[in-house]
C-alpha cells in the first residue's frame, strides 16, 4: 500500500505533464515556404480560435477523461463492494473499500489509456483544416 502512496503523485504528474493538444500537420508547399514556420504557426492559432468562436469545440480533453473514469470507478467499486459487504455482513464497510479501490483503478485506467482518446472532435479538425486550406496551406493529417 505504501508504494501505492508513493508512485499515484508520479504517475498523475507525468501523465498530465504528457497531455499535449493535437494539431494539424502542414505539408510543406510553395505557400508553406514563402511565409515560414512562425508564420505558419500564427495561422494555425488564428484558424483554431475562429473554430472556436464559431461553436466547434476541440474537445473535452485529457483531463477531463481521468475525472470521468475516476468517478465511475468509484461508482462501479462502492456497487460492487457493498453487494460483497452485505454478503459478509457489512456494507457500510464494503462500499468504502469498493469505492476506494474502484477509484484507484478508473484513476490508473484513464490515465493510462486516456491517450487514446484525446484527437479533437470531427467538426474542429475539419474547421481549422478548411481555414488552413483556404489561407493556402495543405493539411495532411493531424497528430
Known sequence: ???LTIS???LIIMSLSACSTTGPVIYPNSHFLSVGKQAAESDIEACKELAESAGAKEGT???ANVATG???GAGV???SGAVGGAIYGAAGQGSLIGA???ATAGL???LLFSSRTSKP???YINFVSRCLQEKGYEVTGWQ
Open 1 to 3: 500500500m505504501k508504494i
Open 8 to 10: 499515484m503523485p508520479i
Open 61 to 63: 480533453g485529457q483531463l
Open 70 to 72: 475516476t468517478a465511475m
Open 77 to 79: 467499486g462502492a456497487a
Open 100 to 102: 476506494a479501490s474502484g
Open 108 to 110: 490508473l485506467r484513464a
Open 121 to 123: 472532435n470531427q467538426a
